[in-house]
């Protein structure tokens, strides 16, 4: 089964185990992840809380920086707050970065049970498409949805469709069970893949991001597969990485 879980509370506990999972927060934890890896960082560790990050910065070994925000805006006292264009290769190369943001990284906590975890975003639609190939026919495949403070985000059900629509685009099979929310993202992503930009802006995701001062990242975000890199989630500790 392809299913799009809109909620991270609408994860069904019970089919996890049996699943591979993409998380998508695509303004902007997801897109950040990986531009940091795309970048040289050498891992996104992910923690829920900010406490947890401070906590984990002594016993890992240098360049550490830590990372994350909270209503938008870089944790006081943080190394980078949590858009995109700070995770340049001066900054994150080499570096295991501690991430804590509000929605994206509590979502990957939240599907820690599954198989298979990968982060998905526009940026890297394709590449992610392609990391699920091997598994289609074996597991669940699971596009979870961050959202925005447990709504549904807009930008989040185009970011999943776009990675759809690449696996249909890659392989036509017919005999693949797509769920109705499936379909949903599919043609979500497909009517507005023209105008990427615009369409994100309109969400509340997009919206908070203007008010705050980040316009610039929703166009950052927006760039269909410009990074090559699928990422995949480790666990115990959590942690991403390229997919070499
Ligand atoms: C989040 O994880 O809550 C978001 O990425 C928030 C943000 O865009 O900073």
Known sequence: MIDVVLLPGMINELILPQSQVVVFDVLRASSTIVTALSNGAREVRLFSDVDAVLHARGSIPPPVLSAGERGCVMVPGFDLGNSPAEYQTHRVGGASVLLSTTNGTRAVVAAQAATEIFIGSLLNAQATADALQPQLDHLHTLLVLAGTDGQIAQEDVIGAGAVLWHLLG???????PYT??????????????????????LGAGGINLIEG????????????????????VHKHPLRATAVL
Not at 170 to 176: E, K, N, W
Request: glycine share 6%.
């Open 170 to 176: 890659g392989t036509y099979r017919i005999d693949l």
């Open 213 to 232: 001062g980040f316009e610039d990242d929703i166009d950052l975000c927006a760039q269909l597969n410009s990074k090559s890199l699928a990422v995949r």
């Open 180 to 201: 109705d929310t499936a379909w949903m993202a599919y043609h979500c992503f497909a009517s507005v893949r023209e105008r990427l930009g615009a369409a994100l802006r």
